[in-house]
């Protein structure tokens, strides 16, 4: 079991994702806006070559083994992103990642004129996001910020800060943070704000990783979390839906039936769910509903302007609203 509770860890998370790792100066404070831009850095423009006037191909790059049409968050993505294509009258390519295993590789096949921008979700660490800065195309990286290269994601930050004020209203001091296992940008981002926020309210926040494949309490997170003791929270917060569900399921498998009275669960995606992550009736998971659709479509829109010469905006957020179930 490892549990963390520190009142500065909002701050540390915040710093690495505030101008360290990337280097792009993300912002965790105030969002309530549109669809926006950062003018922090100066716009990238493409110059339209014969080749990109004339592909009608758009390259989408993953680091997932595999596409799942059956994970929502994966779904909506990529659901956008043919939307956008057939709107602007392109067609969608997944590139293999397996073949590209070198930079090399990735810039030949950016400079072979068989896609006219590419599409990038790429994990923590891949090495191939450091050849996509200077690559001789249009290329946008979706929900997760790469070094240099532009992004479209949700207002995470906004999300986590509207998770804690909610939990807060409902009267909850203390709260179990579930977090991600792998160090996923926007993760992090809403994880941050959601501390920030709750530690400017006087919030108690515990973080604990979950058990992975699928996200899971281990028995002695479990038993340390029913105890009945002081102090004890009241409220656990998924970093996404999806660990939510999974988890709001185990605790109903444990006997807590009274939900939210003895323990609210709040998640992130506000996505329509597969039937196997479905929950049991009659609970609805309060949720931050984030449009991943819209994002895969803005993304094709920013990318169908870059080849006609457009500048691309560095980072563009889509905003979030709280999405209220009876979990809280």
Known sequence: MTIQTEPLLAAKVAAEYNGGV????????????????????????????????????????????????????????????????????????????????????????????????????????????????????????????????PCVTVDNARGGRLQAQHLWERGHRQVLYITSPIPLYAALVRQAAFLAEAERRGQRVTLVQAAPDPAHLDEATLDWLLRDAPGQPTALVGWSDGTARLLLAQLIAHGVTAIPEQLAVVGFDGLPVHPALTLPSPWTLTSIAAPWHAVGVHCIDLLAGAIAGQPLPNLTELPVKLLVGNTT
């Open 22 to 149: 990337t280097g792009w100066g993300y912002d965790v404070g105030p969002s309530l806006r549109p669809p926006q831009t950062s003018g922090k850095h100066p716009r990238r423009v493409w110059r339209p070559t014969r080749l990109t006037a004339t592909c009608r191909t758009i390259g989408l790059l993953s680091s997932l083994p595999q596409v799942s049409v059956t994970a929502p968050f994966q779904a909506h993505l990529l659901d956008g992103l043919q939307h956008g294509c057939q709107q602007h009258g392109y067609d969608l390519l997944l590139v293999n990642r397996a073949r590209y295993e070198s930079a090399a590789a990735l810039v030949e096949l950016l400079s072979s004129g068989q896609l006219a921008a590419l599409v990038c979700y790429l994990r923590p660490g891949d090495p191939l996001a450091s050849s996509l800065a200077a690559a001789p195309l249009p290329v946008m990286t979706l929900a997760g910020a790469l070094p240099g290269v």
